[in-house]
């Protein structure tokens, strides 16, 4: 990454920020990503929950599958403090983001998701070379990096796989948690 671009931070700083708009909508941003410079799978979410930005942590509604499935699949207790669960990515060489930087959005709603603008990862990709896969939870995630990121992505690193997963949000009740959880597991293997 050059020095002009945001480099990415392992420290986990000030969360997203919700503003009130009209017809309901929200502004919201993103936190920075989970990522050390090793890492070899990248998860994409498209933007924190209004509980999330609220606790300042990624996937932060209890009902979220996100921590308890990776507790399971890597090893490590779900109910870690947040900043622990963060460092358990970082040294299983997982980094976490989200495709969108700022939108405007109705509370937590991927599908109200309005004037996008994408993180910078083309910048966290060139910054990353051991990355090989991609995986997106969720259809909101993939569609957002398929449509504002992958048009101008230059990856001159060889194969990057992606791969869209089940969504770990609580909105997402169409599969069963084990389905859910055996998906990750496979696609972080």
Not at 8 to 22: C, K, Q, Y
Not at 50 to 65: K, M, P, T
Not at 77 to 93: F, I, N, V
């Amino acid at each position: 990454m050059s020095s002009s671009e945001p480099r990415p931070s392992s420290a986990d700083a000030e969360g997203p920020r919700g503003e009130g708009g009209e017809g309901g909508l929200q502004a919201f941003s993103s936190f920075p990503p989970i990522w050390r410079e090793d890492a070899r799978v990248l998860v994409l979410g498209s933007m924190p929950s209004v509980r999330s930005a609220e606790l300042g942590q990624y996937y932060g509604h209890r009902q979220n599958l996100f921590w308890p499935m990776m507790g399971e699949v890597l090893g490590f207790d779900p109910a870690l403090p947040y900043l622990e669960r963060a460092e358990c990515l970082r040294r299983s060489r997982i980094a976490l983001w989200d495709v969108a930087r700022v939108c405007l959005r109705n509370k937590s709603s991927d599908a109200s998701m309005r004037a996008v603008e994408p993180n910078d990862l083309a910048g966290l990709l060139r910054a990353s070379p051991c990355l090989d896969r991609i995986l997106f939870n969720g259809a909101k995630a993939e569609e957002l990096f398929r449509r504002l990121v992958l048009p101008g992505l230059v990856w001159p690193k060889g194969p990057l796989s992606m791969r869209r997963l089940p969504s770990t949000s609580p909105a997402f009740a169409a599969m069963r948690r084990e389905q859910k959880i055996a998906l990750w597991r496979e696609a972080l293997a």
